[in-house]
């Protein structure tokens, strides 16, 4: 793939492994592979990592020197940028959604580690999320009045410049599965802000993954297909327009599973717990109940009711999210 990237800070251990999960293959009748991205890094780890790469070196050349994003309050984005604004040299300031902003949660998971990275943190409640981008304004407002130079990264760091992140993992997937032997593959990943979806999608379209015997699908873990469809040809557009190209992304490419979102964003059923449980003690691996083990979820029951669903091979992208499975009820007391 010939394309020209935007600036980039090396942030990401790249070339995760792409490894078969026998367990989860046998028990479905389907070859079930994953796509290690939980081992982007350590402490800077999952998808988002990636996306901060090109962020954060926008962020640098603009000469900021406090990053402001927002997420929930588990956000494994949020951790990640305050532990890459701390290696950086930069501040970070992380808003966060939560039930009574007056009562904040215990500093346990990706909390505890935005507090260890010296992020500040501003609390804000459901009502107050909706209009995030105001309350990312006013903060970047409030450092401007103290001096600083703010740079703001939306929700998920999913916009143009960070879906570039996944177009450059969409191209590191495509040389993987040349390794092995040609099948009908489908990629399937967690889809909560749309960055990531939107990222293999143009990779794709750019040329990365074969498009004929490679499919990408979401599972939505929040909102619904039509919130997706909308908020990933808004990126896609968006990326079109800043980067000149003509990708030309619409409703046709964009395949969302949706009907897996269960109780809510973050809330889980016993089900969802269950699979989690049985998928580290069968093939150890650490999903978590917000965004991987809601989307491992849906691929198992798709796969359950058609082990050609996904054509010969599917690619489960594990997008991270270990510290805010540390930080939830995984219903143990089995
Ligand atoms: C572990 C994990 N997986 C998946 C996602 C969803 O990715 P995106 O926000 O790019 O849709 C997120 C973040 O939202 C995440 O933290």
Redesign the pocket.
């Known amino acids: 793939m010939d394309v020209r990237y935007p600036s980039r800070v090396g942030l990401a251990r790249e070339y995760t492994p792409l490894e078969k999960l026998d367990g989860a293959s046998d028990a479905l009748g389907a070859e079930v592979w994953l796509k290690r991205d939980d081992m982007t890094g350590v402490e800077l780890s999952?998808?988002?990592v990636r996306?901060l790469e090109f962020l954060l070196a926008d962020a640098l050349a603009s000469g900021a020197d406090t990053v402001i994003t927002c997420?929930g309050e588990q956000?494994?984005?949020c951790r990640a940028t305050a532990l890459a604004a701390a290696k950086l040299g930069l501040r970070s300031v992380v808003v966060l959604r939560t039930a009574d902003p007056n009562a904040p949660p215990a500093p346990t998971g990706n909390i505890l580690l935005d507090r260890l990275a010296g992020a500040e943190i501003v609390w804000i409640s459901p009502e107050a999320w909706k209009a995030r981008d105001e309350v990312l304004a006013r903060e970047a407002d409030r450092v401007r009045a103290g001096g600083g130079a703010p740079y703001v990264i939306p929700?998920?760091?999913?916009n143009a410049l960070g879906a570039w992140g996944?177009v450059r993992a969409a191209q590191e997937l495509a040389e993987q599965l040349r390794e092995l032997p040609a099948r009908e593959t489908t990629v399937v990943?967690?889809?909560?802000?749309?960055?990531?979806?939107a990222g293999l999608i143009l990779g794709q379209k750019l040329g990365g993954l074969g498009a004929e015997d490679v499919r990408i699908a979401?599972v939505n873990?929040c909102d619904d297909r039509d919130y997706f469809v909308r908020v990933i040809s808004d990126i896609c557009r968006a990326f079109d327009a800043d980067y000149g190209f003509e990708s030309g992304v619409d409703e046709r490419d964009i395949d969302i599973l949706d009907g897996y979102v269960g109780r809510g964003y973050a809330k889980s059923r016993p089900e969802e717990l269950a699979l989690i449980r049985q998928v580290a003690r069968r093939d150890g691996v650490i999903l978590?109940p917000?965004?991987?083990g809601k989307?491992f979820f849906g691929m198992t029951r798709e796969l359950e009711n058609d082990p050609r669903r996904f054509g010969g091979r599917v690619v489960f992208l594990h997008?991270?999210?270990v510290f805010?499975a540390l930080a939830a009820d995984l219903g143990l007391s089995d």
């Open positions: 999952g998808n988002k996306k997420g956000s494994n984005h929700e998920g760091g999913s996944y990943y967690a889809c909560g802000s749309g960055g990531t979806g979401g873990v978590d917000v965004y991987t989307a997008t991270g999210g805010g």
